[in-house]
């Protein structure tokens, strides 16, 4: 209930002009104390939130990760498509937590993408790529980190406020980056819709 309400705000006002009084006045007489005791700042209601999305993202993933008709590269590609194409990802750009204020809140995504999502869902895809032969690394589980922390931190618009000239610059470079290990897995229509995300945070930022 807290969280439903909490994320509603975040998308109607924004996470920064939300505060916790908003919250409560949303659910029914609920008192600032009952808040307290399960959440004990605003930043952290705002971190169950996007667990709660993580856990949403994780699903797919695993289900990419365990298909039997694509090559690991083919499965990166589409990693990469149905990640950014989810219509979810407007709402999180949408509710635009400013990371640089929120230390807990990066440290959170910098945990998740090397300790979770590196190893248990792009690990096993290139690990499956150099045996079919669609990926050649000697170095399968730095690669599983470096493309996701260039893709979910170094091209994160909420992270570095990027505008959108500088969004498709780190997307070309991204681009580059990936055909230089011979994996061409990411096109213009990915492109087009980070510059997309990238608008509607800047935005929100307004």
């Known amino acids: 209930m ?16 939300t505060s916790i009084q908003d919250i409560i006045n949303q659910l029914g007489g609920l008192s600032k104390g009952a808040i307290y005791h399960h959440f004990k700042s605003k930043e952290d209601i705002l971190v169950a939130v996007m667990e709660r999305m993580t856990v949403e ?7 990419i990760r365990d298909r039997s008709d694509l090559s690991g590269k083919e499965k990166l590609k589409t990693i990469f498509r149905e990640s950014i194409s989810r219509l979810v990802q407007d709402d999180i750009f949408t509710v635009a ?9 990066l440290f959170g995504l910098l945990h998740d993408t090397i300790d979770n999502a590196a190893p ?8 499956q790529g150099i045996s079919d032969g669609s990926i050649q690394t000697d170095y399968p589980e730095q690669l599983a980190e470096l493309i996701l922390l260039v893709a979910n931190v170094w091209m994160n618009p909420m992270i570095f406020d990027s505008s959108e000239d500088e969004s498709y610059r780190k997307f070309m470079v991204f681009r580059q980056m990936m055909q ?27």
């Open 2 to 17: 807290v969280l439903d309400v909490a994320f509603r705000l975040f998308l109607e006002k924004g996470y920064e002009h």
């Open 57 to 63: 993202s994780n699903q797919m993933l695993a289900a």
């Open 97 to 105: 937590p400013d990371f640089q204020n929120n230390p807990k809140l």
């Open 120 to 127: 248990n869902y792009i690990l096993p895809i290139i690990r």
């Open 180 to 206: 230089g290990f011979g994996l061409d897995i990411v096109d213009s229509k990915m492109m087009e819709r980070l510059i997309e995300l990238t608008s509607i945070y800047q935005k929100s930022r307004q």
